[in-house]
Antibody
Framework: EVQLVQSGAEVKKPGESLKISCKGS????????IGWVRQMPGKGLEWMGI????????RYSPSFQGQVTISADKSISTAYLQWSSLKASDTAMYYC??????????????WGQGTMVTVSS | QSALTQPRSVSGSPGQSVTISCTGT?????????VSWYQQHPGKAPKLMIY???KRPSGVPDRFSGSKSGNTASLTISGLQAEDEADYYC???????????FGTGTKVTVL
């Protein structure tokens, strides 16, 4: 079964760092892009960026460039989303997703269960 | 890159049809045949319902259909059922710099 399993919920203080994960299984992890999506409480979906684990080609939505870092460790089939200094406004559910096509990251049919990040003093 | 514009809500009775619009620009919806639609129930991850404007993934009922004209894409749900009540988001590829952009989301209510 193709699946993405994300790390558990996090509660952090402003200014702290954080790295959440997304582990792929049941398919060739290095052959498909992995995307990250933010959903703030009660709000819509926002595209953050994508990574191709095969060669670590990484692209960010302009709104998130410089705000987060996306990475991957293909040896353990895991993608990451990290923050160096969290803000209260980073409080949200974060999803990772895999596209339908291995070569084209524009439609995503496999989704992780989501990781809730809460940033509060 | 601004979010694509969707109506805040649509509603219909069981068995009726509803259509959700998704309006963008020539840089996203109008420029590529890469529009997808996602269904999201409360507390759940999004589910892909339509991709490449009008293709349905395996397992998605054929009550769901997609189309596009110019800068506006549409999702139609025919024969509305209670389980279709959810939030729906369109998404379009917008080029290698902007990547993808989501719509504002539409709440579908089954009366």
């Amino acid at each position: 079964e193709v699946q993405l399993v994300q790390s558990g919920a996090e509660v952090k203080k402003p200014g702290e760092s954080l790295k959440i994960s997304c582990k792929g299984s049941g398919y060739s992890f290095t052959s498909y892009w992995i995307g990250w999506v933010r959903q703030m409480p009660g709000k819509g979906l926002e595209w953050m960026g994508i990574i191709y684990p095969g060669d670590s080609d990484t692209r960010y939505s302009p709104s998130f460039q410089g705000q987060v870092t996306i990475s991957a460790d293909k040896s353990i089939s895991t993608a990451y989303l990290q923050w160096s200094s969290l803000k209260a406004s980073d409080t949200a559910m974060y999803y990772c997703a895999r596209p339908v096509y291995s070569s084209s990251p524009h439609a995503f049919d496999i989704w992780g269960q989501g990781t809730m990040v809460t940033v509060s003093s | 890159q601004s979010a694509l514009t969707q109506p805040r809500s649509v509603s219909g009775s069981p068995g009726q049809s509803v259509t959700i619009s998704c309006t963008g620009t020539s840089s996203d919806v109008g420029g590529y045949n890469y529009v997808s639609w996602y269904q999201q129930h409360p507390g759940k991850a999004p589910k892909l319902m339509i991709y490449d404007v009008s293709k349905r993934p395996s397992g998605v009922p054929d009550r769901f259909s997609g189309s596009k004209s110019g800068n506006t894409a549409s999702l139609t749900i025919s024969g509305l059922q209670a389980e279709d009540e959810a939030d729906y988001y369109c998404c379009s590829y917008a080029g290698s710099y902007t990547l993808n952009v989501f719509g504002t989301g539409t709440k579908v209510t089954v009366l």
